[in-house]
């Protein structure tokens, strides 16, 4: 199977600083596409992010931004000026598009990232 | 908008007996999906529907568990008998098929406990 491995289980950090959560991915096909996800604690997923394998330009939105590098398989998160909010797991995933385009719900995710972040 | 409706949000059983779980997606998705996350480890998809239609139920166990998604709307899931290494959360999500954004919007889940 082709995985997505988020080395980090838990990262703890103070307010105000920032947060880099790392993604790691394979794959073997030429057109995937790229995720990540929020889980806070009442534990519904909420989607942050989507990218495809041919954009490879790093994104910002507010205070998360987005590192994609193709060459060495790596989407990483990054959070800027962390809040208390921002406590939660952090999933990264990843999908295959297939003929039809229906495969986009198949996002094979990895472990998560616990981030806390105290006052 | 309304979001995805799951229930029960908790339910505990013994090992062998049966439970089922509903689905009320967003309205106007065509898609439903069936994800199982257990403590500690991402969501894994056990099957995937398009209108009232399998799309993808190659991960679905099969011998016990169970998926419809009558007249494409809501959606029951059900294992039958239940097992120890059944306990997890079960995710219900659903998305948009018009917009292709592949964002899916996920329910609250449904925490099982199997003793």
């Known amino acids: 199977a082709q995985k997505v491995t988020q080395a980090q289980t838990e990262i703890s950090v103070v307010e105000k600083e920032d947060v880099t959560l790392d993604c790691v991915y394979e794959t073997r096909d030429t057109t995937y596409y790229l995720f990540w996800y929020k889980q806070p604690p009442s534990g519904e997923l909420v989607f942050l992010i989507r990218?495809?394998?041919?954009?490879?330009q790093n994104e910002i939105s507010g205070r998360y931004s987005w590192n994609f590098q193709k060459s060495t398989s790596s989407f990483n998160f990054t959070i800027t000026a962390s809040q208390v909010v921002d406590s939660a797991v952090y999933f990264c995933a990843r999908a295959v598009e297939h003929a039809g385009g229906t495969s986009y719900g198949k996002l094979t995710f990895g472990q998560g990232t616990i981030l806390t972040v105290h006052p | 908008e309304a979001g995805v409706a799951q229930s029960p949000r908790y339910k505990i059983i013994e090992k062998r007996q049966s439970v089922a779980f509903w689905c009320n997606p967003i309205?106007?998705?065509?898609?439903l999906y069936w994800y199982q996350q257990i403590l500690g480890q991402g969501p894994k998809l056990l099957i995937q529907f398009q209108n009232n239609g399998v799309v993808d139920d190659s991960q679905l166990p099969k011998d016990r568990f169970s998926a419809e998604r009558l007249k494409g709307v809501d959606s029951t899931l059900k294992i039958q008998p239940a097992k120890l290494e059944d306990s997890a959360v079960y995710l219900c999500?659903?998305?948009?098929?018009?917009?292709?954004?592949?964002?899916?919007?996920f329910g609250e889940g449904s925490r099982l406990t199997v003793l």
């Open positions: 309205s106007g998705h065509a898609t």
């Open positions: 990218r495809n394998s041919f954009d490879e």
């Open positions: 999500a659903s998305s948009s098929d018009r917009r292709y954004t592949g964002e899916l919007f």
